[in-house]
T-cell receptor
Framework: EAGVTQSPTHLIKTRGQQATLRCSPISGHTSVYWYQQALGLGLQFLLWYDEGEERNRGNFPPRFSGRQFPNYSSELNVNALELEDSALYLC??????????????FGDGTRLSIL | KNEVEQSPQNLTAQEGEFITINCSYSVGISALHWLQQHPGGGIVSLFMLSSGKKKHGRLIATINIQEKHSSLHITASHPRDSAVYICAVRVRGSQGNLIFGKGTKLSVKP
């Protein structure tokens, strides 16, 4: 069974540009979560999608957005990039996340660097 | 104050030592996760527990719901156990997301 896959592995952008990160969940998983891990900081929750809908959002500005496609894959878009957006972005998937007993399976992340 | 606190922040051990990493949380939870992150960044889920104790190979995780505390133990530690270990909780009644501790960086020397 293939795990959670993320692309690209690395992404280099400049301030003001837009970045798109992609995530494919484990087959059969409907929930996709996005997390940010900035240097020296812990993981922080960004977004949760399930069945194509945004279910919850962390404390991030609106320039962080995303969507989930009918095949449950997901995109994270970051507009008007700022230097502090440099971080490892991790995607995780689970069967429907509304049930508390579902473990989350993580991808290897996309490392976004802003120059 | 963070809702999830881990200790110690950094831990260096000799191969073969018994290791304990602690996690305390201040909110009501429905589940607690222990995760392992290797230097490349990828995260592996080690345990998810809501009560009692779980064991997998040399790893043991315990949780005390009344005291809001969990421990991760590694027996007979090995250099390949070197990684960052992260505690994360699912807040009771929350909508899907996890809240993470800052992690414990473990280095096991041969």
């Amino acid at each position: 069974e293939a795990g959670v896959t993320q692309s690209p592995t690395h992404l280099i952008k400049t301030r003001g540009q837009q970045a798109t990160l992609r995530c494919s969940p484990i087959s059969g998983h409907t929930s996709v979560y996005w997390y940010q891990q900035a240097l020296g900081l812990g993981l922080q929750f960004l977004l949760w999608y399930d069945e194509g809908e945004e279910r919850n959002r962390g404390n991030f500005p609106p320039r962080f957005s995303g969507r989930q496609f009918p095949n449950y894959s997901s995109e994270l878009n970051v507009n008007a990039l700022e230097l502090e957006d440099s971080a490892l972005y991790l995607c995780a998937s689970s069967p429907y996340g509304g049930r508390s007993n579902q473990p989350q399976h993580f991808g290897d992340g996309t490392r976004l660097s802003i120059l | 104050k963070n809702e999830v606190e881990q200790s110690p922040q950094n831990l260096t051990a000799q191969e073969g030592e018994f290791i304990t990493i602690n996690c305390s949380y201040s909110v009501g939870i429905s589940a607690l996760h222990w995760l392992q992150q290797h230097p490349g960044g990828g995260i592996v889920s080690l345990f998810m527990l809501s009560s009692g104790k779980k064991k997998h190979g040399r790893l043991i995780a315990t949780i005390n719901i009344q005291e809001k505390h969990s421990s991760l133990h590694i027996t007979a530690s090995h250099p390949r156990d070197s990684a960052v270990y992260i505690c994360a909780v699912r807040v009771r009644g929350s909508q899907g997301n996890l809240i993470f501790g800052k992690g414990t960086k473990l280095s096991v020397k041969p």
